[in-house]
């Protein structure tokens, strides 16, 4: 069942990048940092604040999660609740949906924050060869926090959140994958020199006030 979704899913994947080929290219900041490093919180203002969409990947699996007739809703949910990545066929056909429906509505909107993707090397190989030459990412934000502050805040953001994972046990599993797969991805982008890394143990303000310098001295 898993193996037939996913070649249906790798199947709609040259179509859909074919669509967003005759578009203008969408411009990619990766937006990267442990569970409860505030990286939702952060896009929200740049989106108050420049031009650019904010899409994570983690809201549009957890949208298609709890839609009713999804095909991916069931897997999805059992990768989540055991704190594992998502297959990358999955996260990439949402991504790159979300990214053509909102240019089509609007050209102009072609500067994405894309949040929590890419999580580990899957996700990366999966994204340069699917959207090579078909998206520019410019560089990546990364959110540098302590694993016992992104704890704390996460268990109190569950106090609310309604979020299953938002749990001791789930974020222990969440970080873990993070430090052995997305700080590797991290490292690898510092390499190529396209890495800002910011304090985000700060307040909201003083984090934002670090994002606006690179913003703009990004244009």
Request: some cysteine; charged content about 30%; aromatic content about 6%.
């Amino acid at each position: 069942m898993i193996v037939a979704l996913l070649h249906r899913l790798s199947e709609k994947l040259p179509r859909v990048v074919h669509r967003l080929s005759v578009m203008m290219k969408p411009q990619v900041v990766f937006v990267l940092g442990g569970p409860g490093a505030g990286k939702g919180t952060q896009c929200a203002r740049i989106v108050e604040n420049y031009s650019y969409t904010h899409l994570s990947a983690g809201d549009l699996l957890r949208e298609e999660r709890s839609r009713t007739g999804s095909e991916c809703g069931q897997l999805i949910d059992t990768y989540i609740k055991e704190g594992k990545i998502v297959p990358v066929e999955i996260t990439i056909s949402l991504l790159k949906k979300a990214m053509e429906e909102t240019m089509k509505a609007d050209e102009k909107k072609f500067r994405f924050l894309i949040d929590g993707f890419p999580r580990n090397q899957d996700n990366l190989q999966g994204w340069n060869t699917v959207m090579d030459g078909k998206a520019d990412v410019k560089f990546v934000l990364f959110f540098d926090c302590s694993n016992e502050v992104c704890i704390d805040r996460c268990l109190e953001r569950g106090k609310s959140s309604g979020r299953t994972d938002d749990n001791r046990e789930s974020l222990e599993k969440r970080i873990q994958t993070y430090l052995q797969s997305t700080r590797p991805i991290i490292e690898q982008y510092e390499k190529q020199g396209k890495v800002h890394t910011i304090d985000a143990s700060r307040s909201v303000d003083e984090v934002f006030g670090d994002v606006k310098n690179i913003l703009e001295k990004e244009g």
